[in-house]
């Protein structure tokens, strides 16, 4: 309700804002509105079109598509998203690898999908992204399910509900 209640000046004064409100809508499963949101912001601020901040768009629209079923176009948009982010920029980085992780286990890709779920739970333990780091749990669990390791993928689902204790990520 905050951000929606700012101006819309001020929103394109600081695009992070833009990015969090896109985040939100996300979240909610508003993801053509999100994508509404992320082109007219880009269409207003010619500086967002290439950089970092474009990198971070690319990065949740890459999750908006997967989670709209386009594995493609999310494909698309997290290679670009891990070409131009720095390496510093965390939470986009593990967005996108997270996505590409999921689209290489839609194709079926199960060994390339593992591993880049693995990679996902390492940076998001590494910078406290817990709910990143539970994602990648389970879907290295149904990964290695599919595989046919079946005490494998159970020790991945105790190491899942262990995270969920640790962090309190009950809900």
């Given at each position: 309700e905050s951000l929606k209640s700012l101006p819309w000046d001020s929103l394109l004064e600081n695009p992070q804002l833009v990015l969090l409100q896109a985040w939100l809508m996300q979240s909610?499963?508003?993801y053509g509105e999100v994508n509404t949101?992320?082109?007219r912001a880009e269409h207003e601020i010619k500086a967002i079109r290439e950089g970092t901040m474009h990198a971070e768009f690319n990065a949740l629209r890459a999750?908006?598509?997967?989670?709209d079923g386009n594995p493609?176009?999310?494909e698309r948009l997290a290679?670009?998203?891990?070409?131009?982010?720095?390496?510093?920029?965390?939470y986009s980085r593990i967005v996108a690898t997270s996505v590409l992780g999921e689209v290489l286990h839609c194709k079926g890709e199960l060994t390339r999908?593992?591993?880049?779920m693995q990679q996902t739970e390492q940076m998001a333990r590494q910078h406290d992204v817990w709910h990143y780091a539970l994602w990648s749990l389970?879907?290295?669990?149904?990964?290695?399910?599919?595989?046919?390791?079946?005490?494998?993928?159970?020790?991945?689902?105790?190491?899942a509900f262990q995270l969920i204790n640790e962090q309190h990520l009950e809900q």
């Open positions: 909610q499963h508003r949101l992320l082109a999750q908006v598509a997967i989670n493609d176009e999310a290679k670009l998203a891990l070409e131009e982010l720095p390496p510093g920029w965390f999908s593992l591993a880049l389970i879907q290295q669990s149904e990964i290695l399910f599919a595989q046919g390791f079946l005490q494998t993928a159970w020790e991945t689902q105790e190491k």
